[in-house]
């Protein structure tokens, strides 16, 4: 009898180490965007160079993925302050979020990158004496907003060089 009552043990024991084992952790992502800047290449732009091109790349979360439904890209998602803006402006240019469609869409969270690149005419000289100087210095400041108008944190670009 006792025999019996080891052995229910030790099953039980192993059934429950067994489910435990092949439980997967739940992640748990809020419903607000999170962003992290992963790269911004190169440092510097010359506005007098019709190539010259800022490449910044971005990494995303969303926890309800109400992010990039928008098939006609018309909404604004994305928004960017260039740091010489005064203006009581929240944002200097706004962008659509790239639409993913439902077919590519995970169920739940949303991650990705997201890249954003900036010509020359994203740089226009500011004021007489950055034009005297024939340069200029400047950040970019990003923040995304979902469908549930959840704002992301903002993110900060290293310092961007501009020389005309």
Same mark, same amino acid.
């Given at each position: 009898m006792q025999t019996n009552v080891k052995k229910y043990i030790i099953l039980l024991l192993l059934a429950i180490i067994l489910y435990s084992c092949d439980k997967k952790d739940a &992640? !748990? &992502? =809020?419903n607000e965007p999170m962003i992290e800047l992963i790269s911004m290449q190169p440092n510097? *732009? !010359? &506005?007098? $160079?019709?190539? @010259?091109? *800022?490449?910044? +790349? %971005?990494?995303?979360? $969303?926890?309800d993925g109400d992010l990039g439904r928008d098939a006609t890209e018309e909404q604004m998602q994305i928004f960017v302050k260039d740091s010489r803006d005064t203006s009581a402006?929240?944002?200097?240019? @706004?962008?659509?979020?790239?639409?993913?469609?439902? @077919?590519?869409? =995970?169920?739940g969270a949303l991650h990705g990158t997201v890249t954003l690149n900036f010509g020359r005419e994203y740089f226009p000289p500011q /004021?007489?004496?950055? *034009?005297?100087?024939?340069? $200029?210095?400047?950040? %970019?400041?990003v923040y995304i +907003? /979902?469908?549930?108008?959840n704002k992301s944190n903002t993110i900060v670009t290293d310092s961007i060089f501009v020389e005309m």
């Open positions: &992640v !748990n &992502v =809020p510097t *732009i !010359n &506005v007098l $160079d019709s190539t @010259s091109l *800022i490449k910044l +790349v %971005f990494y995303f979360e $969303d926890g402006a929240f944002f200097t240019y @706004s962008y659509p979020f790239p639409y993913i469609p439902e @077919s590519q869409r =995970p169920k /004021d007489s004496l950055h *034009i005297a100087l024939g340069k $200029d210095t400047l950040y %970019f400041e +907003v /979902d469908e549930a108008e």
